[in-house]
Each structure stands twice: as C-alpha cells, then as structure tokens.
C-alpha cells in the first residue's frame, strides 16, 4: 500500500516542479515547498493506513477450526500384561514304584475322572497277596475253630485270642497290599485333556518321575501385577477388558479378587480375572492384555491432546477470542489433570463455552487474525 501511494505522489511532485518553476521560484524555495508538501502527505499515509489496519484488511487472516467447550465424560485406564493359567493343569506322577507295563491313553485323548491312564509291574505285590491271603485262609479255620472250642468252655483263653489276633493281623495286612496294587494302577484325578505324555512303557515309574500332563481348560484364569500406586482404585468386582493380541481375541470379565500382598521385589499386588473357556481359544501361558478402568468422571472439559503444547511456563492451548471486530487466536495456559486415548482431562485455565482451535492451530501465534471455516 506504501509503495503505491508512494508511486502515485512522484509524478505529482514532478507536475509541481514544472508549475513552480514557472512561476519563478528559487530552487530553494522549491526545496522547502516539496519538503513541507511530503510531511503532509507522510502524515496522511500514516493515517490511511492505521485507518486500515483497524478495519483489518491490511493483514492476513488464517483460517481455523473452532469447536466449543461442553461436558464430556472422561475415563483413563490403565494397560498391564497378565498370564493365562488353569488351576486344573497338573503333572501326573505314580503313587509307587515299578515298571511300567501299559500305558493306556494317548496324548489329546479327552478323559473322565477315574480312567485309568497306565499301570505299574504289580508281581511282587500280588505275590505278597497271594502269600498273605493263604496265610489268612489258614488263621481264619483256626480262629473259627477256637472260637467254637471257646464257646463250649472248651480251651484256653489265650489260644482263643492269639488265633483272633493272626487272622486280624494278616487281614490288614492284605488290605496294605490291596491298596498297595491299586496304586500301581495311574488314574485320572479329573476330566480333562492328556496333553503330553512324559515317559514310555517299560520305563521305572516313581512318585518323583513326570508321567503325564492333563489338563483342563474349560475355565482358566488371567493374573497380572499391577503397581501399588493403583491399590486405592482397582477393587473386586469392577469390570476389565482383556485382549489376546496372539489369537486376534477381545472379551470383557469382572475382578474376581486382588490379592492382600504387596510383592517387595516389584512393588506390585496381583489381580486375578476368571475366564470360562468353552471353546478352549485361551491356552494356558497365553499373554494378555488388561485394561482397568481407575479414574472416571461425567461433567469434565476435555481436549484432543494432540492440540495442548507445551513452553517454559506449562501446557497451552489457543482459543478464539472475539476482539472489537475481528477474531483472534490467544494462546490460553491450562492445566492438565490426566491424559488417556489422546484426550486430556483439563482442570483449570478454560472454561465452558469457550471456542479453542482444534484445526489450523499450528499456523497461529497470539494475537493471529482469524476466521473459521
């Protein structure tokens, strides 16, 4: 605009020059006129252009996108890594030694409680029976006669109870052996699934030898730790989302219990979540993913976090402020009470009804001239 009043003021004074000098004036005399005429002129030009510049057409506006504050509702959770695991997942080992002489399932064989999985060399033991149960047949013909002497006042009473007290004696004793046969004989504790089968027929079996894994997953459990600064907030009960990034599968389930010790090596507690499992997806040692909800509020000012910056004096953002005639940015400090999915919970610094700059934000500074689209 300067330079085209500028341009538009030469040739005026040019036409002067020429008038001036023909009226006879001195060079100095001209000088003086020409100088005074420009002041003037200067003075209008500064004028006109305060003129346009309160009307605002002498400087470019940028436009933005406003979006006016209202109550949202705000939630924050938080994201811990939890393990699945089944409470009937057992490794399976014999009540006695021996050989293995059978082993009668395969691995993934589905079996009921009580099915017999394999069966220990049991000659010794039946030996001992067979032993014991000739020598009970005997005692018991002795007792029986005794027992008849005795009650016709015949005998001793002595004989009479030492009789009674062998055949009593090796009666326990071939229940012993008995019991001793059946745990030769390997059983299922529970319904479930043979998962691995660790050793192979003719193999010395032992309480301390792995002989299967079974396993039952029709409910499993997920445990995770969570850090101790959340105690105050995650209770029993309060619902929590679960994620299985490894098999592409979501489900929500309630806490089922949070555990009244805090781990000292990581300061944490643990939380559990039951799960049913009918379709058996969830495989015991699976990781998940738990999002817990530990802060929630209705009435709230929330902004996209993405449009909060930050200098040497805090967290701004910019907001679009009526001023005489025009609309201009003013950047607002705020403070930020939590962040969570890219929005952050505002505690102070705006208020409802405020018009803040979600669009075009990066293209002002304060006091930017504006206009929304």
């Known amino acids: ?17 020429a008038k001036d000098a023909e009226k006879g004036l001195s060079k100095e005399d001209q000088l003086k006129k020409y100088k005074s005429e420009l002041a003037i002129l200067k003075k209008k030009i500064s004028g006109l252009e305060k003129e346009i510049k309160s009307e605002g057409n002498n400087e470019e506006t940028i436009n933005v996108v406003v979006t006016e504050l209202t109550n949202s509702k705000f939630e924050h959770f938080i994201q811990v890594t939890g393990n699945v695991e089944a409470d009937k997942n057992i490794t399976i080992t014999p009540e006695a030694n021996g050989n293995i002489i059978s082993i009668d399932v395969v691995e993934g064989q589905k079996v009921k409680k009580g099915d017999v999985l394999g069966k220990l ?7 001992g029976i067979d032993e014991v149960r000739t020598k009970l047949n005997l005692a018991t013909t002795i007792f029986e006669r005794q ?3 005795w009650n ?9 109870l030492q009789a009674k007290a062998n055949k009593e004696s090796l009666e326990r004793n071939l229940e ?11 059983t299922a504790p529970f319904n479930g699934i043979i998962d691995e089968i660790h050793q192979k027929k003719g193999e010395l079996a032992s309480p301390t030898i792995p002989f299967a894994q079974l396993v039952n997953i029709d409910q499993v459990y997920v445990e995770a730790d969570v850090a101790e600064t959340y105690l105050n907030y995650i209770k029993a009960g ?13 489900t929500n389930a309630p806490i089922y219990r949070t555990s ?19 379709g058996h997806k969830i495989k015991p040692n699976l990781i998940s993913v738990l999002k817990i909800k530990d802060y929630e509020i209705d009435n709230a000012i929330v902004v996209p976090s993405i449009i909060v910056k930050k200098d040497f004096e805090g967290n ?15 950047k607002t400090y705020i403070q930020i009470l939590k962040t969570y999915n890219n929005l952050s919970l505002v505690e102070s610094g705006v208020q409802l009804g405020d018009k803040i700059i979600t669009e075009g934000y990066s293209q002002v500074v304060n006091g930017t001239l504006i206009s929304t689209k």
């Open 1 to 17: 605009m300067k330079k085209i009043l500028i341009a538009a003021i030469i040739p005026l004074l040019f036409s002067c020059s």
């Open 121 to 127: 060399n049991t000659a010794q033991i039946q030996r």
């Open 147 to 149: 027992e008849r002497l």
């Open 152 to 160: 016709q006042k015949i005998g001793s009473e002595i004989e009479y």
């Open 176 to 186: 012993g052996l008995e019991a001793q046969k059946e745990l030769a004989i390997i």
């Open 238 to 250: 309060e619902n929590a989302e679960l994620e299985f990034p490894a098999i592409g599968y979501n």
């Open 260 to 278: 009244n010790i805090i781990d000292p090596g990581n300061r944490s507690f643990k939380v559990r979540i039951n799960l049913n499992n009918p």
């Open 316 to 330: 701004y953002l910019y907001v679009a402020k009526k001023e005489g005639k025009n609309l201009v940015a003013r």
